[in-house]
T-cell receptor, first 116, second 112 residues
């Protein structure tokens, strides 16, 4: 069964800490994504990557960075965690079909991050 | 600009009832449409993906339809069960590029 694995289900971090969220997929997908999900705001795209070492900003990239050194791994970095980054973080992957369109998404199980 | 609306926002039904969840979108130039299920505190689980050239997809008790001309997709759940209680989201994947718009979801509660 194909999978997207997020390394932590729950994290509690202190304000100002540097936080790493890891995501690994085993489907050889070229595209990977980080979303955050908040009540009343839905899913919002933070960053995505369409190839190794490539990254693109999504709708809310401020306060975040990403790293994709290997095809299967996509990391989200909170440079200096703040309380407004308390959220559910979802990683997803996808492959590209004709015309450069995404076929569909496979999501990980999510990381609930609390910044205190 | 693509907008995706899911109605109703919440739904409570007795066990055994057949039900329909709706997803509307404003721009018909879509590539695919995907339905997900999300349990509280968990990630999104893909239920069905409909390509733009298809009219419907079926998996077990689930059937999803797509009508691009009217900007609508429906998810039909037959003989609902308490285990179907979850939030159901639709995602509209636009043609070319990486833009995907997710609906806000319909929260379903199936009473035993």
């Amino acid at each position: 069964d194909v999978k997207v694995t997020q390394s932590s289900r729950y994290l509690v971090k202190r304000t100002g800490e540097k936080v790493f969220l890891e995501c690994v997929q085993d489907m050889d997908h070229e595209n990977m994504f980080w979303y955050r999900q908040d009540p009343g705001l839905g899913l919002r795209l933070i960053y995505f990557s369409y190839d190794v070492k490539m990254k693109e900003k999504g709708d809310i990239p401020e306060g975040y960075s990403v790293s994709r050194e290997k095809k299967e791994r996509f990391s989200l970095i909170l440079e200096s965690a703040s309380t407004n980054q308390t959220s559910m973080y979802l990683c997803a992957s996808s492959f590209t079909r004709g015309g450069g369109s995404l076929y569909g998404y496979t999501f990980g199980s999510g990381t609930r991050l609390t910044v205190v | 600009k693509q907008e995706v609306t899911q109605i109703p926002a919440a739904l409570s039904v007795p066990e055994g009832e057949n039900l329909v969840l709706n997803c509307s979108f404003t721009d018909s130039a879509i590539y695919n449409l995907q339905w997900f299920r999300q349990d509280p505190g968990k990630g999104l689980t893909s239920l069905l993906l409909i390509q733009s050239s298809q009219r419907e997809q079926t998996s077990g008790r689930l059937n999803a339809s797509l009508d691009k001309s009217s900007g609508r997709s429906t998810l039909y759940i037959a003989a609902s069960q308490p285990g179907d209680s979850a939030t159901y989201l639709c995602a509209v994947i636009n043609t070319g590029g990486f833009k995907t718009i997710f609906g806000a979801g319909t929260r379903l509660f199936v009473k035993a």
